[in-house]
């Protein structure tokens, strides 16, 4: 008789599959860009950096900022990978995570480089619908969005350079299917930005009691016509920063 795995228990307290990652490599804390190239950036601003991993879309590497271990590793893009991404490195130690990364704005007056802080997300996606009934919430862990939302008010250039936003967001699935239509609907709900993987890593963190938060770089404004193709790439680099700081400042201050 054949026996089936129960992907619940294969791979514990061992190098995981995907991220390529073992126990004791990394801390208790990750921050979480989609993109592997972005992984460095937030490098650049920690001590005694070790890179760890590089596997598929799963790059990782540690050091030290304000005498605190974090780990960066990238989820790559959309809902599944980011899944893989959190269940692995809960797997090996760490139990807060904060999502890094693009969103692009729904709201007018969102501009490129403003920081969006989640709030929860609308679950737009295929993932969590394996993992929970459609009705439960993708919510972030409360102390840790305030945490984001005060450290970012507190960088240089908050409210004149930028804008610090909150709000409720929407992961999607399919880039290229977000429709007029569909773009206008999450308008009309209030709905704050978009991307690609909050669902996700809200969904698995809660069943699975972690901790996770989301602080975003506004890439480009859906409903302003600023068009992901030609905006401020300065503008961005600089949101990826300011959001790279707030998320490291408030790891620090919760001591997570």
């Known amino acids: 008789m054949s026996q089936i795995i129960d992907k619940a228990e294969a791979g514990q307290n061992a190098r995981q599959y995907h991220i390529d990652v073992a126990p004791g490599e990394v801390g208790t804390v990750a921050l979480l860009p989609g993109d592997p190239f972005r992984v460095p950036l937030i490098a650049e601003l920690l001590t005694d950096v070790t890179d760890v991993a590089h596997n598929r879309e799963h790059r990782t ?54 920081l969006l802080v989640s709030e929860g997300t609308l679950r737009n996606d295929g993932t969590t619908a394996a993992y929970a009934h459609p009705g439960f919430p ?8 305030l945490a984001l939302r005060a450290a970012a008010l507190a960088l240089p250039g908050a409210g004149t350079d930028y804008h610090v936003l909150s709000g409720i967001n929407a992961s999607d699935d399919a880039f290229y299917a977000e429709t007029p ?14 991307e690609m993987e909050s669902s996700a890593l809200y969904v698995v963190s809660r069943l699975r009691g972690l901790r ?39 790891a620090v201050a919760l001591d997570l």
């Open 61 to 114: 590497m540690t050091g030290f900022y304000k005498g605190k271990l974090i780990t960066a590793t990238s989820t790559g893009m959309g809902c599944p990978s980011t899944a893989i991404a959190v269940e692995e490195l809960a797997r090996v130690g760490v139990t807060s995570f904060i999502r890094v990364g693009s969103s692009a704005g729904l709201q007018p007056g969102v501009n490129p480089g403003d």
């Open 212 to 250: 996770a938060g989301m602080i975003c770089a506004c890439s480009s404004n859906l409903v302003d016509g600023t068009s992901l193709y030609d905006h401020d790439a300065g503008a961005l680099k600089r949101g990826w920063q300011n959001s790279i700081i707030a998320a490291l400042d408030a």
């Open 138 to 145: 993708a919510v972030p862990d409360l102390e840790l969005t």
């Open 181 to 194: 239509a569909w773009i206008a609907e999450l308008n009309s709900l209030g709905i704050l930005n978009v």
